[in-house]
């Protein structure tokens, strides 16, 4: 009688091992519930094996910022509870150390009003403005398609559009997956007039008139900086603009597409506002607005000057922080450069009541905006409304896979 070979028991008892992995992997990748298993097939389960044994190992996946840096405790909680469907009625009670130096707290009162029966919204648009907007107190904050994938404009979009607030589409133009499922847009251009840019790279008043027209566009927002590169363009390799990229944005195919610093059809304050003042005219009476980091103090108060001469405003400003997120940049102008959230956002409020501007011009906010307590944070501070970016990123779970343009 032959003995059977060790070896040839350990060979099979491998292939099935392998086998068995690779239906995993197969499970993993068309399986529509988790970003994650589709990103990391097998090697995904060890989250929700983490997950499962200490709550607190897995979350060092959601707890990163998107440069890697740890995310502040509350937020990263408040976001990984609510993109989960969990409310906050697990019984636990206050996780900060209130002796903490720097903590906040929002102060309540002993007669409570009653819940709102719907959640607050605030009209956006001024004296000159035909179409106002009730815009929501949260809301997509600009990422373009390119920066984020198909997918996830479509599921920002649709967020939106369940929700009831609005989405800004970023400055990489207007893209099919904005419209698809109906949520209300905030149209942005930045520097490069993606998506209304004529062949030399100015701005086409034709191609802008056309898409800022449509009902689903709600506002029409100027992108002049943001706070995690301020006074710094952009750039898309060659490589990475695809047809698809180089039809929404108006750019040639395959060539390196540039945002350039600064603007090229204007550059006085006073022109700033007779172009933002254009856009509304051009998209048939639509808020019209600008977004800015907040750097020089100077210069802030000569928009609001400007804004008096041209006798008309803009109907919002948003302020980014420094602080605020973005696709690239150089790490200099990420840390070093620009206004916080705090400082920029107070100096736009009392500029606006020290020219008599505030009532005619609303005042959105971004800046690590997650959770309903940094709203009020920045209501108090002089805002009208707030937009998140990163923890809109977060929710949808791309950012734990690092590949939000994949
Ligand atoms: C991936 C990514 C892409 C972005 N693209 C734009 C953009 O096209 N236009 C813009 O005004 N801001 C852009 N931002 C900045 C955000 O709109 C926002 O102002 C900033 O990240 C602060 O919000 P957060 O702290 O909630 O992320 C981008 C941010 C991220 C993370």
New binding site residues.
């Given amino acids: 009688m032959t003995r059977p070979d060790p070896r040839s028991g350990a060979a099979a008892g491998a292939a099935l091992g392998v086998a068995g992995l690779a239906a995993v992997a197969v499970h993993d990748l068309v399986q529509k519930k988790h970003a994650v298993l589709r990103n990391y097939p097998v090697l995904g389960h060890a989250r929700f094996l983490l997950e499962d044994i200490r709550p607190e190992l897995q979350q060092y996946f959601i707890e990163r910022n ?1 440069d890697g840096r740890p995310y502040d405790r509350d937020v990263r909680s408040i976001i990984y509870e609510r993109a989960k469907g969990i409310h906050g009625e697990q019984a636990f009670g206050t996780e900060r150390d209130v002796n903490e130096m720097g903590y906040e707290y929002l102060v309540h009162s002993v007669a409570p009003v009653p819940e709102l029966k719907e959640p607050p919204r605030v009209r956006i648009g001024g004296p000159d403005c035909t179409q106002p907007y009730d815009m929501s107190l949260l809301n997509v ?4 398609f390119g ?2 994938s198909a997918n996830a404009i479509r599921a920002l979009n649709k967020g939106a559009a369940l929700g009831g607030f609005a989405h ?1 589409t ?3 133009g207007l893209s099919p997956y904005h419209e698809e499922n109906g949520g209300d847009l905030i149209w ?1 251009l ?1 520097t490069g007039y993606f998506g209304a840019r004529t062949k030399d790279g100015d701005f086409d008043p034709d191609e802008f008139a056309d898409k800022a027209g449509k009902e689903q566009v709600k506002c029409v927002s100027l ?1 002049l900086s ?3 590169k301020p006074g710094v363009g952009g750039v898309l390799p060659g490589a990475k603009v695809t047809k698809e990229i180089a039809k929404i944005r108006d750019v040639p195919r395959g060539e390196k597409c540039v945002s350039p610093s600064a603007h090229r059809v204007f550059s006085t304050p006073t022109e700033l506002i007779e172009f933002v003042a254009r856009m509304r005219d051009l998209s048939g009476g639509k808020p019209a607005g600008f ?1 800015l980091c907040v750097g020089s103090r100077v210069e802030v108060l000569a928009i609001c000057k400007a804004i008096l001469e041209v006798g008309t405003a803009p109907d919002f400003i948003i302020v ?1 922080g420094s ?5 690239a940049a150089p790490l200099e102008f990420e840390d070093h450069v620009g206004m916080p959230l705090t400082q920029g956002l107070m100096l736009v409020h009392n500029a606006l009541v020290g020219t008599g501007l505030r009532d005619r011009i609303r005042i959105g906010a ?4 997650a959770a309903s307590n940094d709203i009020v944070k920045r209501l108090i501070q002089g805002a009208d409304y707030t ?5 809109m ?1 977060m929710a949808v779970g791309c950012i734990q896979a690092q590949m ?1 343009n994949r």
């Fill in positions: 998107w904050s600009a990422m373009s920066a984020l800004d970023g400055e990489g942005e930045g992108k943001q706070g995690a977004k980014d602080e605020g997120g973005t696709g971004s800046g690590k905006v937009n998140a970016a990163r923890a990123m939000c």
